[in-house]
């Protein structure tokens, strides 16, 4: 049998209502699905539960439903996954590709967030994080420098270890990484197609090196394709986000909120489109989806409201 063409998804965090900056990223990740005839996923990644807010998921897969963004299959729960989060990182310990660290804070605030390997070659007892080695020279069979070609943002190159440093995929906590949860889910579930938010642009070379090392890529198993989405600001310019308060989605809304995002997507909605239903909405916006209309590396503020 072969690998479906296109598998997409979308991965809420439930740390809130969608705001309209996520209901653009669930839209684009939907028709870029649905134009291509694959299909679309939606995976809820509760794994850290100290930033989630009780009832968010209930309400974003409502508000998805209620904007006829119709996913396929079952939902997956990351916090039902702890066990293969467990396989993966038993797999890379396996490979002496982790180590402890018990560094706090401060020392990786001083380093500018990018961390210097001190615990590399240290013994650590006691509570501590799990990081993972990124490549220090170009001798290894990974690159020191990585590039990958992002299907918005064009090429987006990153130095592992000057850029990022060995990364945490297990906090001291206990918690799970969201790099390492996100990268074995996106496998597990054959995703071909990643679109979402360039907040994360800087975290795809760290994914792409997890799938490295987790041994997913081969000649057999195409590289996946990514899409980041420019950022929906407000006037100030800053993200729209549950942590700067964006206002939530109107309910009764729908239509005009998609049609909305479509118009910020640069996908031209005619303006007669307004006052249609929103299954005439997704229809046309299905039929005449495209990536190439939306600019790279920008910001755009928000319609007035949001
Ligand atoms: N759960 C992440 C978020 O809500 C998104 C993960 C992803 O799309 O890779 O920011
Ligand atoms: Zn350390």
Same mark, same amino acid.
């Given at each position: 049998?072969?690998?479906?063409? +296109?598998?997409?998804?979308?991965?809420?965090?439930?740390?809130?209502?969608?705001?309209?900056?996520?209901?653009? #990223?669930?839209?684009?990740?939907?028709?870029?699905?649905?134009?291509?005839?694959?299909?679309?996923?939606?995976?809820?990644?509760?794994?850290?539960?100290?930033?989630?807010?009780?009832?968010?998921?209930?309400?974003?897969?409502?508000?998805?439903?209620?904007?006829?963004?119709?996913?396929?299959?079952?939902?997956? +729960?990351?916090?039902?996954?702890?066990?293969?989060?467990?396989?993966?990182?038993?797999?890379?310990?396996?490979?002496?590709?982790?180590?402890?660290?018990? #560094?706090?804070?401060?020392?990786?605030?001083?380093?500018?967030?990018? +961390?210097?390997?001190? #615990?590399?070659?240290?013994?650590?007892?006691?509570?501590?994080?799990?990081?993972?080695?990124? !490549? +220090?020279?170009?001798?290894?069979?990974? !690159?020191?420098?990585?590039?990958?070609?992002?299907?918005?943002?064009?090429?987006?190159?990153?130095?592992?270890?000057?850029?990022?440093?060995?990364?945490?995929?297990?906090?001291?906590?206990?918690?799970?990484?969201?790099?390492?949860?996100?990268?074995?889910?996106?496998?597990?579930?054959?995703?071909?197609?990643?679109?979402?938010?360039?907040?994360?642009?800087?975290?795809?070379?760290?994914?792409?090196?997890?799938?490295? #090392?987790?041994?997913?890529?081969?000649?057999?198993?195409?590289?996946?394709?990514?899409?980041?989405?420019?950022?929906?600001?407000?006037?100030?310019?800053?993200?729209?986000?549950?942590?700067?308060?964006?206002?939530?989605?109107?309910?009764?809304?729908?239509?005009?909120?998609?049609?909305?995002?479509?118009?910020?997507?640069?996908?031209?909605?005619?303006?007669?489109?307004?006052?249609?239903?929103?299954?005439?909405?997704?229809?046309?916006?299905?039929?005449?989806?495209?990536?190439?209309?939306?600019?790279?590396?920008?910001?755009?503020?928000?319609?007035?409201?949001?």
């Amino acid at each position: 049998m072969t690998a479906p063409a +296109y598998i997409g998804r979308f991965a809420p965090s439930p740390t809130g209502p969608l705001h309209f900056g996520s209901l653009v #990223c669930a839209l684009a990740s939907f028709l870029d699905a649905r134009h291509y005839h694959g299909q679309w996923l939606v995976r809820i990644e509760d794994i850290d539960p100290p930033r989630e807010i009780p009832g968010a998921t209930a309400t974003i897969l409502h508000q998805l439903e209620a904007h006829g963004l119709l996913w396929d299959g079952e939902l997956l +729960y990351q916090s039902q996954r702890m066990d293969a989060y467990a396989a993966a990182l038993e797999q890379l310990q396996s490979t002496g590709l982790l180590f402890n660290c018990d #560094c706090n804070r401060q020392r990786i605030a001083e380093l500018g967030g990018i +961390y210097d390997g001190h #615990c590399r070659q240290r013994v650590v007892s006691g509570e501590s994080a799990l990081r993972l080695r990124v !490549p +220090y020279s170009d001798d290894g069979d990974y !690159p020191l420098s990585s590039r990958f070609n992002d299907l918005i943002m064009g090429c987006y190159q990153q130095n592992l270890r000057t850029d990022v440093g060995d990364f945490v995929v297990r906090r001291r906590d206990g918690l799970i990484s969201y790099q390492l949860a996100v990268t074995v889910d996106d496998q597990f579930q054959g995703i071909t197609h990643i679109v979402r938010g360039a907040d994360l642009l800087d975290s795809t070379p760290r994914q792409i090196y997890l799938q490295h #090392c987790l041994g997913y890529r081969d000649n057999h198993r195409p590289a996946l394709h990514y899409a980041h989405l420019p950022l929906a600001t407000n006037d100030e310019g800053q993200k729209l986000s549950k942590q700067n308060h964006a206002a939530a989605l109107l309910q009764g809304n729908e239509a005009d909120n998609l049609w909305l995002a479509l118009d910020w997507l640069q996908q031209k909605p005619p303006a007669e489109l307004r006052r249609e239903s929103i299954t005439e909405i997704l229809h046309w916006a299905i039929d005449n989806w495209t990536l190439a209309a939306i600019p790279g590396r920008m910001e755009i503020p928000a319609p007035r409201g949001f």
